[in-house]
């Protein structure tokens, strides 16, 4: 099954897009409501926040009186924490359930709306994130909740803003306008991403990109590693291994096709082989079918051998190079990397070489590599010069 977390602030319509995902067949969990039940009259959880916070947060019912325990965290930080280590550890334990029940082909969307701010956004396999202007959302509170601004104003101020979302979304759901734009910018995502990419993590299959188009370069490419590294991380738990982001993609100032490339340094291929490469396809990142080397330098020389995972996700493409600590390759990605990053000649006469090559290239057809071999071979002698000259460790 394929796990995304939908977030958003309050009053950025995340409930109307969740409502749409469920229409289209998604098995939505929402973490509002499994909170809710988790304090339900009678509950453990109710115990807890009344032995923490007193009886003034029960009503006469016997139910939580949320708008007066709203009143005592939203203004306390450390009063919020506590609140949040009685609540979010039930809803963490429901909502394993209920995925677990989910079928095994289902898209399971976890509408979560503190998923950033707890630090949840690494376990899924995608995130999606509901952005609406301030402006906007306060005259939505103010219309269907009923707030004043300077309570709406507090409420947005509690959680996390636009910038610490975007740090964690794979897509950006943009809801300013009507909601039959907000219904076909979610239909579009569920049609050409979700359902495919959960397809694809189920038959541990990699999405293909195009291995031709030179894009960029896109500034974001580094904010896009370190969110995959964060999956990456999560995945690989307890195990901490390095991770490194190579590859053009890495290099300020370079055009390159659109693949994030991600060294993972492993203690031997034999553990690449193992548990770890099973880990690796449950999360979306299955391993390509074949074998595979690295190019060595100097040409001729015995092959570097490696082993590769792609990603699963349509939507962004993946090469992840899991290399022995120590090994040839291991050290000319570093090297390489390092060596373009600290020269700009250098830099600059590799997207020369790119762009020659792709002009060369026939129609829709793949550069020819074979023509830059000894633009590397030169090129990997000035790096070792400059790595004597300048000290450099991988």
Known sequence: MLMVGLTGGIGSGKSAVAARLAALGAVVIDSDRIAREVVAPGSEGLREIVAAFGDRVVGPDGALDRAALGGLVFADQAARRRLEAITHPRVRARTAELAAAAAPDAVVVNDVPLLVEVGLAPTYHLVAVVQTEVAVRLGRLARDRGMSRAEA?????????????????????HNDGTLDELHAEVDG????RLLPYEENVRLRRVAEPDETALTGPDPTWPQQYARLAARLRHVLAP????LDHVGSTAVAGIAARDVIDIQVTVPSLAEADGV??????????PRMPGQWWDSPRPAGSDRW????HGSADPGRPVRLHLRPEGSPGW?????MRDHLRADPDRRAAY???KGDLAASAPDGGSPNTTARDPWFDEEHHRAEEWAARTGWRP
């Open 153 to 173: 104003e507090r409420r947005i101020a509690a959680q996390a803003d636009d910038a610490r979302r975007d740090a964690v979304a794979d897509v950006v759901l």
């Open 189 to 192: 995502l569920w049609r050409d």
């Open 239 to 242: 195990a901490d291994p390095r």
């Open 276 to 285: 770890l490469a099973e880990r690796l396809a449950a999360a979306g990142f």
């Open 305 to 308: 051998e490696k082993r590769l």
């Open 331 to 335: 050290r000319y990605a570093l090297l």
């Open 351 to 353: 997207l020369t070489l």
